[in-house]
């Protein structure tokens, strides 16, 4: 008897796992639920990447579905360059207004500065004494000076009048131009604004004139010529002539 449960025992596995028994209900909720977590992971991680990489919204979708148009296009673009192409000549003829205001400014600021020096220093030679004023009008200083423009001339009359307590001198003054053109000589009268050939003057000590003229590019200034007529008097007072420097 013992023999024969020794071999039938030797029949039987060395192991024996016993399991609970877990109802099909149970195992279904666990895979819906595991299911559940797995979209749930996979949602929230899709949302973390949309927004970190910026994907444009459902508005921006609508926008780049609708048909491009490249005429429409180049249209704005044009429009855009016009834009600002106007703006920037707008400020470029801002700038360049502003740049020939000051380019006036500066002239007149050097004719004023020149002038001033030019009074100052024949009022320091007269408070010296080394300038002697005769009685009457006289010609201090007459120049004539070639611009740095082609064909444009300057020139400058300094006249004085000495004497105990003089009078204004009333007259005008008259220039001639002296040039040389097509290898011919010819002399040009100097007129003002006015159009007028005499320039009017009127001062009791000191006076003095600054003005330019204009010749053809081919004409060549020699010499400059003035004449000092005073009032109702028809035969000059006063005649200089000099030369371009």
């Avoid at 992971?41 to 780049?64: C, V």
């Avoid at 007269?126 to 070639?146: A, E, P, R, W, Y």
Wanted: with cysteine; net charge positive; hydrophobic share 35%.
């Amino acid at each position: 008897m013992s023999k024969r449960f020794k071999t039938s025992s030797g029949l039987l596995p060395e192991r024996v796992v016993i399991r609970p028994y877990v109802p099909w209900r149970a195992r279904l909720l666990t895979i819906v639920l595991v299911c559940l977590l797995i979209l749930m992971l996979s949602w929230g991680m899709y949302e973390t990447g949309r927004r970190t990489a910026g994907i444009i919204d459902a508005g921006s979708l609508t926008k780049l579905s609708e048909p491009y148009h490249v005429a429409t296009c180049l249209q704005k673009k044009r429009t855009q360059l016009c834009t600002q192409l106007a703006e920037l000549t707008r400020q470029f003829q801002i700038v360049q207004t502003t740049n020939e205001d000051l380019t006036k400014q500066t002239r007149s600021l050097s004719k004023e500065n020149n002038r001033l020096k030019e009074e100052l220093d024949f009022f320091e030679h007269v408070m010296s004494g080394n300038t002697k004023i005769d009685n009457g009008i006289s010609i201090h200083q007459f120049s004539l000076k070639k611009d740095a423009k082609s064909g444009v001339y300057r020139y400058s009359v300094s006249m004085v009048q000495g004497g105990q307590r003089p009078q204004d001198f009333k007259g005008s003054l008259k220039f001639f131009v002296n040039l040389r053109q097509n290898d011919q000589r010819k002399t040009v009268s100097l007129t003002n604004k006015e159009a007028e050939q005499s320039f009017s003057i009127s001062f009791k000590f000191y006076h003095r004139i600054e003005e330019s003229f204009k010749v053809p590019p081919d004409a060549i200034v020699e010499s400059m010529k003035v004449q000092v007529f005073e009032q109702n008097d028809a035969q000059a007072k006063l005649t200089q002539t000099v030369e371009p420097t």
